[in-house]
């Protein structure tokens, strides 16, 4: 049974049709029920918090207003669509615990068709939709076209590209500007100060960013107020002309502790709502890779001025908390969600003789593949960049899986992608990475889907320039090749193999970009040769080596991950339905 009560306004939603016969005090409660209601979900399952409390009155308001499907209304990163969906028929999904996995975190137009696009990457709604308004205009439509974008997202600049275009289409184009002065920690940026000037300003004050690039402008300083929403819909619905609404909102609104420290309940697991306390009170005192590497970074920065710690709006990832941040100094970058820049920006800096270092997770990481290839690599500059949740075992939605990047950062010349396979490699090559002298290399260190343990059957180096792969243990006619987070699994799967009298060689490969040949034509005379990566197989790093071997006659096995994009999948059925574990590993050997 739903847990909401019966009599609650929000029972009587079921699609944004029943909401827009209501008056402002039933729409006010309505607020409140889909509040409870949110609060009720990310408190016991987890989830993005205060962007979606932050969101409650606009999207009710946007639904009253616009004739929603047939009005298209496009969600910025949508993390933030959580009332979105509660108003258009997926309330159960977030009022039935046994119906919280219903839906995505994100929009998504299998689930619905107020969804027009799965989106859980930053800053590409408004160009997304500048490309729905120029096709009603080519089709003689008359709908309205409605980007809903935050101010953490208008770092990027993609944003900047479509507010550019969407400016010239001399149509119903309408942008509403999310403000909550938040991205996921703090704001980084130039634009920030303009957007601060107009709030305090109610909107007056010049230059407005918005204007000069050839929008109208309207504000609404109270931007959780759902009168003052609803007017300021009203008057541009149905414009002829692009529009941008800037909207002043509350980050966590309704829930104190998330009103408080924004930044820890951006996104939260489940927690106790008074106290904002974690409800799994298991105690790991083991660091995980994200303490380790500020730890390390620290120390670094501490003992050289030239090393700087970069991030594009997720400090958190790369365990810098605002303490650790403040140590840092300006030392610690913060480009906003702007990953192009971070790449190029890094390399500007090694360029000056700095030795930059920027933290990105996989999954954002594929925005800046340009500037990977042509400004970092092509230019030969040794900035070092490390990859969080590159792995199957991170992040499983749709829209951040981060296990491509082997694929698409391998095989770019000139750069070297060092995979290791648990700590005491992964602060060895960091370590080599930050300190080495007279390199013409950029470096991407990608950690390990696995726990921060040391393996002391792993050799670390001095030296990774040109990394030589590590026999871990010699065997005969098989040889397992376990690279990155699968090491462990191959040392796991030769054991195994003993038992039934194989002896098989466990060989780390340490880099994935750049082949040692001498190890591998080593194994030109074995019966067996199985690869395993974190990563998909296209592509990726074992098909470089049945490609070398292929004129022997060898047999190689290349196991990871399909091309494909699966959603919400168990990490460990996955890895079953790839051969991916220890038992199916050894068994494929014998």
Not at 61 to 71: C, K
Not at 430 to 445: F, N, Q
Not at 525 to 532: P, Q
Request: hydrophobic share 40%; aromatic share 8%; charged share 20%.
């Amino acid at each position: 049974m739903d847990t909401l009560s019966e009599t609650l306004v929000l029972k009587r939603v079921k699609s944004p049709a029943d909401l827009r016969s209501m008056s402002l005090n039933e729409l006010r409660e309505l607020a409140a029920d889909v509040r409870r209601a949110l609060l009720d979900k990310v408190s016991a399952h987890g989830g993005h918090v205060g962007p979606n409390l932050g969101m409650v009155e606009a999207t009710i308001a946007l639904h009253y207003v616009f004739n929603t499907p047939e009005d298209k209304l496009i969600f910025d990163v949508s993390h933030q669509s959580y009332p979105h969906k509660i108003l258009t028929g997926r309330a159960r999904a977030f009022t039935d615990p046994d119906h919280y996995d219903d839906v995505t975190g994100y929009t998504n137009p299998s689930e619905s068709p107020y969804d027009l696009f799965s989106l859980g990457h930053t800053s590409s709604a408004v160009a997304l939709a500048t490309g729905v308004a120029k096709a009603r205009d080519l089709r003689g439509g008359q709908e309205n076209v409605v980007a809903v974008i935050g101010d953490g997202s208008l770092s990027g600049g993609v944003a900047f590209e479509g507010l550019d275009y969407g400016a010239t289409l001399g149509s119903n184009f309408i942008v509403v500007v999310n403000d909550n002065d938040m991205s996921i920690a703090e704001n980084h940026g130039g634009i920030y100060a303009d957007l601060r000037l107009l709030r305090h300003s109610n909107g007056t004050a010049e230059p407005n960013l918005f204007r000069s690039m050839g929008y109208a402008y309207r504000y609404v300083h109270y931007g959780n107020d759902l009168r003052s929403l609803i007017e300021m819909f009203r008057a541009v619905k149905d414009i002829d002309h692009p529009v941008v609404v800037h909207i002043n909102t509350m980050k966590g609104l309704g829930l104190p502790v998330a009103e408080a420290d924004k930044e820890t309940f951006h996104w939260s697991m489940p927690f106790d709502l008074k106290t904002g306390a974690l409800l799994d009170n298991s105690v790991d005192d083991t660091p995980g890779y994200d303490d380790i590497f500020a730890t390390d970074m620290l120390k670094m920065m501490q003992a050289d001025p030239t090393v700087v710690t970069m991030t594009a709006g997720t400090p958190g990832v790369l365990g810098f908390s605002p303490e650790r941040r403040r140590q840092a100094g300006r030392q610690f970058i913060d480009v906003g969600i702007a990953e192009q820049q971070a790449v190029d920006m890094a390399a500007g800096l090694a360029k000056g003789g700095a030795k930059p270092v920027f933290g990105v997770v996989s999954s954002f990481l594929q925005r800046a593949y340009d500037q990977f290839a042509q400004d970092a690599a092509l230019n030969r500059q040794p900035a070092t960049f490390v990859v969080f949740y590159a792995t199957m075992f991170g992040m499983n939605d749709e829209t951040h899986l981060g296990f491509f990047d082997v694929a698409l950062l391998g095989n770019i010349p000139n750069l070297q992608l060092l995979a290791p396979t648990c700590r005491n490699e992964f602060e060895a090559m960091l370590s080599w990475a930050v300190t080495r002298k007279d390199s013409t290399t950029p470096v991407v260190i990608r950690i390990p889907g696995s726990p921060a343990v040391d393996n002391p059957e792993v050799a670390t180096l001095d030296d990774y320039s040109v990394a030589p792969y590590q026999t871990v243990r010699q065997g005969e006619k098989v040889a397992l090749i376990g690279a990155g987070t699968f090491l462990p699994t191959m040392l796991q799967a030769a054991d195994l193999l003993k038992e039934k009298g194989v002896n098989p060689t466990v060989i780390n490969p340490r880099s994935l970009s750049v082949l040692d040949t001498a190890a591998l034509d080593a194994l030109r005379s074995y019966d067996l040769v199985i690869t395993a990566e974190d990563g998909i197989v296209e592509g990726g790093y074992g098909q470089k080596v049945a490609s070398y071997l292929g004129t022997s006659p060898v047999k190689v096995i290349n196991l990871g991950l399909p091309k494909a994009f699966p959603n919400h999948y168990s990490a460990s059925e996955l890895a079953r339905q790839c051969s991916l574990t220890a038992e199916q590993i050894a068994a494929l050997a014998r």
